[in-house]
């Protein structure tokens, strides 16, 4: 984790200080921390949002996902930056982390597609992740439904945000998915981002929550990608990744045959990832 000149900012995969506060998914506040939590959220009705998705490592879940095609996951860059992604198990179906569940389908990743991902500055939190298998479409395994090119969404809308990231700044990690209602914001939101806020109340986003879906009118908006200011600081926004400006090089991945073996793949800007 790293010292910003204003708030801090860091991956969702890191460890949290009182000091320093990872840019996770969520609050946007000057410097960026990683987003992992949802602070004063509620528990989801089990299996509402078919197309969330846990991508773990030794068993325990560090960043949330969003199940895009049968064989394709969408993510936060920052989760798998600097990782071997051979290391990461995708689950889909899951509700409850705490225990085993008949409706989980687990996959590996095959390949890692990234647009130009920026990590001192957290521009571009986007991956693409591969499946080496497809999922099995049912209704606990579906796929999400995403916004076309540019059509993103405005300041004032309503919606949620959904993930198993911390309940709290020294909280565990949430056993059961958790949502909660926001609102798109401008203030104190770049341009690069999609940001959203609680009013009059702290609530938000955390550790955990990093690469989950903001849901807007039916259509996955953003990923959870850093906050400013603390988990929930109830004054600076969670900042998520804008979807609409990703997709078509999203559908250009998606779209693609796949027919070649799984080496070397690479990003738009022709970079072995």
């Known amino acids: 984790m790293r010292q910003s000149p204003g708030p801090a900012m860091t991956p969702s995969h890191s460890s949290s200080s009182p000091t320093l506060v990872p840019l996770l998914l969520a609050a946007l506040l000057g410097g960026p921390a990683l987003a992992s939590e949802i602070v004063g959220g509620r528990a989801a009705r089990p299996h509402a949002w078919p197309f969330m998705v846990s991508l773990q490592r030794r068993g325990g879940h560090f960043c949330g996902a969003t199940l895009i095609a049968p064989n394709f996951v969408m993510s936060a860059a920052h989760c798998v930056d600097g990782l071997n992604f051979r ?26 597609f990234e647009s130009g991902f920026d990590p001192q500055r957290l521009l571009n939190d986007i991956v693409i992740l591969q499946l080496n298998g497809s999922a099995t479409i049912n209704r606990n395994v579906r796929l999400a439904r995403l916004p076309a090119q540019n059509q993103g969404v405005g300041s004032g809308v309503p ?42 109340r702290q609530a938000g986003i955390c550790f955990g929550d990093s690469g989950g879906p903001l849901v807007c009118n039916g259509l996955v908006q953003g990923i ?41 793949p690479r990003d738009p800007a022709g970079r072995t990832i």
């Open 87 to 112: 290391s990461v198990v995708v689950v889909l179906g899951a509700h409850d982390l705490g225990q085993r569940e008949p409706t989980t389908q687990s996959f590996a990743i095959r390949r890692v």
């Open 159 to 200: 919606c949620l945000a959904i993930g198993w990231g911390q309940l709290g700044t020294a909280r565990p990690l949430a056993r059961v998915l958790q949502e909660l209602n926001v609102t798109v914001v401008t203030a104190l939101c770049r341009r690069t981002n999609v940001c959203t806020l609680v009013p009059r």
């Open 224 to 264: 959870d990608s850093f906050i400013r200011g603390g988990c929930g600081s109830g004054i600076y926004p969670d900042a998520f990744a804008p979807v609409a400006q990703f997709a078509d090089w999203i559908n250009s991945i998606i779209r693609r045959r796949d027919d070649r073996p799984p080496v070397h």
